[in-house]
């Protein structure tokens, strides 16, 4: 009688271990076939490159393919959406950007939950959005430029990469904080946008500084200030926003890796370990500062902190801003 007890309870131990088992195995065997990185956008942007910085070392490191697929449409939700439908193990990565963390707030319906949908695999790289100008236009500062705006209500227009896209946003902050009637001009993206003001056209702009970095250097665009709490390295002579008397302006780009919920947490720390080496590597952090970038790498619950905190943020913003769902 005591032997069949203790195979009893044998047999009731091995079953309750068996499930952690075998996660732990699959952890430890992953990967064992080829790994998507989702980009939302078009190819050549700021999300590709990151995604094609690090697919190539994952693939070195663990022999099997980290691949790029682009999916550009319907402002990032439909790359989005596609990830968030796929299977939680390891094989579909998102690259993400301020869309994911203000969508919510912007599209009526959304086929994902950026909160509930998805686990945080890290926070990668952030940059400033920036306050441009066509280098024709008469204000040399953002005092001047804000004393030009209030002398001029609705005469003034500025560019941004879309509707409810975080330059945008960053735009409208900036426009309630000194209460200024500028006009907003979207554009379906920020290439066209920075075209525009180039032209002179919509002769104010605000973009993501790895958009418009180029631009700048070539004398083509005057940088203002920037949104970070301070200077972009690459950038030392522009001020930032607080220096140039607009404090509590700050707002970043940033980019992250997201896997679909319910990814295990065992394959989730392998790939923030080898992502946070591969972006720790001198060659890496070189890349993305010359395209205005700054390597700030997150642990997954810092992340989901920070999505969190930020999609508050920004729908408390298009609130303000009145800025209208789009249906």
Request: proline share 9%.
């Amino acid at each position: 009688m005591q032997a069949l007890r203790r195979q009893f309870l044998r047999l009731v131990c091995a079953g309750a271990v068996l499930p952690v088992t075998a996660r732990l195995a699959g952890a430890q065997t992953y990967p064992t076939r080829s790994v998507r990185i989702i980009v939302p956008f078009a190819a050549g942007g700021p999300a590709t490159v990151l995604a094609h910085l690090i697919a190539q070392p994952l693939s070195e490191v663990w022999g099997q393919s980290f691949y790029v697929e682009n999916l550009p449409a319907g402002a990032s939700n439909v790359g989005t959406a596609t990830a968030a439908k796929s299977p939680p193990d390891g094989y579909t990565l998102l690259i993400v950007t301020p869309s994911f963390v203000i969508n919510p707030s912007v599209y009526a319906k959304l086929a994902y939950d950026p909160i509930k949908d998805f686990t945080p695999v890290m926070l990668a790289v952030t940059s400033p959005h920036v306050l441009i100008v066509n280098p024709s236009f008469p204000a040399k500062s953002v005092k001047e430029l804000v004393a030009l705006a209030k002398a001029n209500p609705g005469k003034y227009s500025y560019a941004s990469a879309g509707t409810g896209q975080s330059a945008q946003l960053a735009a409208e902050l900036f426009k309630l904080a000194f209460g200024l009637d500028i006009v907003h001009v979207p554009f379906n993206g920020g290439a066209p946008a920075m075209n525009s003001t180039v032209g002179g056209h919509t002769p104010i702009a605000f973009n993501a500084l790895p958009s418009a970095a180029a631009l700048i250097k070539e004398g083509k665009l005057r940088a203002l200030a920037v949104t970070s709490a301070e200077r972009a390295p690459e950038f030392p002579d522009v001020p930032t926003l607080a220096e140039a008397g607009a404090p509590g302006q700050v707002s970043l780009f940033f980019q992250g890796i997201v896997a679909p919920a319910g990814t295990p947490k065992e394959i989730v720390h392998q790939l923030h370990r080898e992502i946070a080496r591969i972006l720790a590597r001198p060659e890496a952090k070189e890349r993305l500062a010359a395209i205005g970038f700054t390597v700030t790498v997150s642990s997954p619950e810092e992340f989901q902190a920070q999505i969190k905190s930020e999609t508050a943020r920004w729908a408390k913003v298009i609130r303000e801003a009145d800025i209208k769902k789009v249906e």
